[in-house]
């Protein structure tokens, strides 16, 4: 059984459908663990709770340097011997030593089909607002494992959706969570704790 920590800032939608996977019984070999939530407003802990999953409050206002939190989260992860993080709407950029500490055991959800509307500056509805100023004509969710640079690490799995004549960010963005991220996540997850995911040269191989 791999041990799952999620970690949030906001609403945890994302969350939910991990916890949803879970009581399914779509996720038979990872356990959710551990809820961090960078804000203690974070409605994401809720979501914890009433899945009797422990719920936890890290703040980095909380200490001096973005290292000294980035130390505290590994820390914590590590007391609780975390397999696996997952990246759910966390909006702080963690130190490199978090990802080497995680190498390919971190996994994020980007609102976006990556390389496309990702890196510094796009997360939550900008993401959206980029891509319909584009006039792209698809869009969509990655996920992937997380490395050092912003939104850049080995893509596990994409999904596409059209974009509508009529859409704003706000529609975008319920259709690319509802259709792409919510199910996305589960299932790179499910594929991670079965083993199933191999990274090589940068290319993940999802082994059926
Ligand atoms: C999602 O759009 C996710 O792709 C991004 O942040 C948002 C989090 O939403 N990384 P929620 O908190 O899971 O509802």
């Known amino acids: 059984m791999k041990r799952i920590a999620v970690l949030v800032s906001g609403g945890g939608s994302n969350l939910q459908a991990l916890l949803d996977a879970a009581k399914d019984g779509d996720l038979p070999n990872g356990e959710i663990c551990l809820v961090l939530a960078s804000r203690a407003d974070a409605f994401a802990l809720t979501r914890a709770e009433n899945a009797n999953v422990?719920?936890?409050?890290?703040?980095?206002?909380?200490?001096?340097?973005?290292?000294?939190?980035?130390?505290?989260?590994?820390?914590?992860?590590?007391?609780?011997?975390?397999?696996?993080?997952?990246?759910?709407?966390?909006?702080?950029?963690?130190?490199?030593?978090?990802?080497?500490?995680?190498?390919?055991?971190?996994?994020?959800?980007?609102?976006?089909l990556i390389p496309a509307f990702c890196g510094d500056g796009f997360y939550g509805l900008h993401v959206h607002e980029r891509a319909l100023k584009a006039g792209v004509k698809v869009t969509g969710a990655t996920v992937h494992f997380v490395t050092a640079?912003?939104?850049?690490?080995?893509?596990?799995?994409?999904?596409?959706?059209?974009?509508?004549?009529?859409?704003?960010?706000?529609?975008?963005?319920?259709?690319?969570?509802?259709?792409?991220?919510?199910?996305?996540?589960?299932?790179?997850?499910?594929?991670?704790?079965?083993?199933k995911l191999k990274v090589k040269d940068g290319i993940v191989q999802i082994e059926e």
């Open 54 to 112: 422990l719920g936890m409050v890290r703040s980095p206002k909380d200490y001096p340097t973005r290292e000294a939190y980035t130390e505290v989260l590994i820390r914590e992860l590590q007391a609780m011997n975390i397999d696996l993080v997952v990246l759910a709407g966390f909006l702080f950029v963690l130190s490199p030593s978090f990802c080497e500490v995680f190498e390919h055991r971190i996994i994020n959800v980007h609102p976006s």
């Open 149 to 195: 640079e912003t939104d850049a690490g080995p893509i596990i799995l994409q999904k596409a959706i059209d974009i509508e004549p009529n859409d704003t960010p706000e529609t975008l963005q319920r259709r690319v969570m509802e259709q792409c991220e919510w199910k996305l996540l589960p299932r790179a997850v499910s594929l991670f704790c079965d083993g």
